[in-house]
């Protein structure tokens, strides 16, 4: 299912900001074949240029000219809501690596300079907040943030919007409009009829997607993001990557690794996921709803604990028939007329991703039993501003997933598998399937999944992140892409379960990942972290809780 973005707060929509290519000042001492590969790596024939594929040697092609390019940072486009201090470039990609004098992408690139003095530059640090569909062209803005500015005095900061996320050729299978209407009403167990209806739906949105997109939709993929992360690196000027990658983003930060070791300078892997080909991505998507049964009942025993403030009960399961009561309830009558069934199980989905939000869902929950609909109906309400980028990361999600890997095409597969697993993990396991079924009649050509591997002494030391009990990108993920990465770190906030670890929520995870940014050490092969606190319970009142009403933390 796709994810809630890492440091949403500074996720936003974004538009071109039309620029002349000119070669960046910090890397005037550097030829361009330094900067995007050998002359072996340009003709497609290193071992790091993919198996000398015609879309390898593309990209390295398209990296030398990029080099040569540079890129031309200027004002931001009022419509990106960045501040001044933060600049903004295009960037050209081949649509199809194969064919790299072919169509071309335009990518959204933005960056802070590094606060520093010049000779502590350590280079860019790029990132990518996963998804996929997630825009990172925020990112620079936590450069002000106290966590990140002894990072940011060393590196420049470099978001950027993946190919077809927000005005990166931005990708659409659905009338925006349709894919935010609200009330939905969806069966807790769905029958025969409620499954044929979703199964049709799922073969026209991907319908939508092949007539929105025609011949290029079979470039949305982790390995297309991967060379046009390479192009990315030469035409900042950075002969070799520092990486910073949540969620979705470790895959294609792993994936990178693989294709271009020696292009690697220091990778951060925040909450990974599983790289194994034999778990991408249907199967991952199976390990996600099993570890979200066990994240909702963390949710809902926080609850419990709390009960002297919510009155939801004093046992999880007791908080569970509070849920199912406000769920009958919205069948028979929708929340404030826009949150059915539907509406709230995407809102208590976020629950098992951040407990950032458990203070206001609880809060929602025990509004509505007492005859406030409010706050639930603020909190899960679709936003009408918002549809438009829904739609795009929706569309992408599922773009660079289906095109990823093989996925099963019988129904009776996605049916079997998806009732057995129901009976042990409910809360998410239908909406999983419904969200990926698409992928089941796709129209585009797959290709074999990605091998993420590197050998012994191929790359420099790498960092991986996670929680134990993190629930979108179960733990086992993170051991086996340390297993996968020779010489890869693993740092686990223990007994914990928020999704996206650095940054702020835990002391002693940023320690570690912020001493490996500066200096290139490790911790040890594996050290853990103690949780970081649970949240504190708030008022009903929310005015006395000094927020406004309806206000949430941060969907971090």
Same mark, same amino acid.
């Given at each position: 299912m796709r994810e809630p973005v890492r440091y949403a707060a500074a996720a936003a929509v974004l538009s071109l900001a039309l620029a002349v290519p000119a070669p960046p000042a910090h890397a005037a001492a550097r030829l361009p074949s330094e900067i995007a590969g050998t002359s072996a790596e340009i003709a497609g024939t290193s071992p790091e240029a993919g198996r000398a594929s015609p879309e390898a040697a593309g990209a390295a092609l398209a990296a030398r000219r990029a080099a040569a390019a540079g890129l031309s +940072?200027?004002?931001?486009?009022?419509?990106?809501?960045?501040?001044?201090?933060?600049?903004?470039?295009?960037?050209?990609?081949?649509?199809?690596?194969?064919?790299?004098?072919?169509?071309?992408?335009?990518?959204?690139?933005?960056?802070?300079?590094?606060?520093?003095? &010049?000779? &502590?530059?350590?280079?860019?640090?790029?990132?990518?907040?996963?998804?996929?569909?997630?825009?990172?062209?925020? +990112?620079?803005?936590?450069?002000?943030?106290?966590?990140?500015?002894?990072?940011?005095?060393?590196?420049?900061?470099?978001?950027?919007?993946?190919?077809?996320?927000?005005?990166?050729?931005?990708?659409?299978?659905?009338?925006?409009?349709? +894919?935010?209407?609200?009330?939905?009403?969806?069966?807790?167990?769905?029958?025969?009829a409620y499954k044929t209806a979703r199964r049709a739906a799922a073969r026209a949105y991907a319908r939508g997607c092949a007539r929105s997109a025609g011949p290029a939709l079979r470039h949305y993929s982790t390995l297309a993001n991967a060379r046009d992360l390479h192009v990315l690196r030469a035409a900042l000027g950075e002969r070799r990557l520092n990486f910073l990658g949540a969620s979705y983003g470790t895959y294609l930060g792993a994936v990178y690794a693989s294709l271009h070791p020696s292009y690697v300078r220091r990778m951060v892997f925040d909450s990974a996921v599983n790289p194994d080909p034999r778990r991408v991505w249907y199967r991952n998507n199976l390990d996600q709803s099993l570890a979200f049964e066990s994240r909702w009942r963390d949710f809902r025993a926080w609850v419990a604990r709390h009960d002297r403030t919510y009155r939801l009960g004093s046992t999880p399961e007791a908080v569970g028939e509070s849920y199912e009561r406000v769920r009958a309830a919205v069948a028979r009558q929708p929340a404030g007329g826009l949150v059915g069934t539907g509406e709230l199980q995407a809102a208590y989905l976020g629950t098992a991703y951040y407990d950032d939000v458990w203070p206001a869902r609880a809060a929602a929950l025990a509004a509505f039993l007492r005859g406030d609909p409010g706050p639930l109906t603020e909190q899960a309400a679709p936003g009408p501003a918002t549809a438009a980028a829904d739609e795009n990361a929706t569309a992408v999600y599922t773009a660079v997933l289906c095109n990823d890997a093989p996925w099963p095409a019988a129904w009776r597969t996605w049916d079997r598998d998806g009732t057995a697993l129901a009976r042990r993990a409910p809360f998410e396991t239908w909406p999983n399937v419904w969200v990926n079924l698409p992928c089941a009649s796709w129209p585009a050509p797959r290709r074999p999944v990605t091998e993420v591997r590197a050998r012994p002494g191929a790359l420099p030391h790498t960092l991986v992140v996670a929680a134990e009990r993190d629930a979108a990108t179960p733990y086992a993920g993170a051991l086996e892409l340390q297993r996968r990465l020779s010489g890869a770190a693993l740092v686990t906030e223990r007994g914990a379960g928020s999704h996206g670890v650095v940054g702020g929520r835990n002391g002693c995870v940023d320690r570690h990942v912020e001493r490996y940014l500066l200096t290139g050490r490790i911790p040890g092969w594996r050290v853990a972290c103690a949780p970081h606190p649970e949240p504190a319970p708030v008022s009903l009142d929310y005015r006395a809780a000094g927020a406004p009403r309806g206000v949430l933390p941060p969907a971090v």
């Open positions: +940072f200027g004002r931001c486009p009022a419509v990106e809501d960045l501040p001044d201090r933060v600049r903004c470039a295009l960037l050209r990609v081949p649509l199809d690596y194969a064919r790299p004098d072919g169509p071309s992408l335009t990518l959204t690139v933005s960056r802070i300079r590094a606060a520093g003095p &010049a000779a &502590a530059r350590q280079g860019a640090l790029v990132y990518n907040p996963g998804g996929p569909g997630g825009s990172g062209m925020h +990112f620079p803005l936590l450069a002000d943030l106290p966590e990140w500015r002894r990072t940011a005095a060393a590196y420049d900061f470099v978001g950027y919007a993946p190919r077809g996320v927000g005005r990166s050729a931005p990708l659409s299978c659905q009338d925006p409009a349709e +894919f935010a209407r609200s009330p939905t009403q969806v069966p807790a167990v769905p029958g025969t």
